[in-house]
């Protein structure tokens, strides 16, 4: 990973993708954008704590929004 850009930019992909399709593996997202379990973790984590997504069971889905 380059730099906090490519990072960004990954994390902006996985939330797109969540969007597009409701729910991502942690499996499919090590694939698509070869990293370990380890690293996607550390994305939902991050994700999860700005309210952006849900884990559950190694996968994540979107959050539901307060009203």
Do not use: P, W
């Not at 884990?55 to 009203?67: D, M, N, T, V």
Request: hydrophobic residues 35%; positive net charge.
């Amino acid at each position: 990973m380059n730099n906090s850009h490519d990072h960004n930019q990954r994390l902006q992909k996985i939330l797109f993708l969540i969007a597009l399709k409701g729910k991502v593996s942690s499996a499919e997202l090590c694939q698509r954008f070869q990293l370990t379990d380890k690293e996607v973790q550390q994305d939902f984590k991050l994700l999860e704590k700005a309210h952006l997504l849900k884990i559950s069971q190694g996968s994540a889905y979107q959050a539901k929004l307060k009203e």
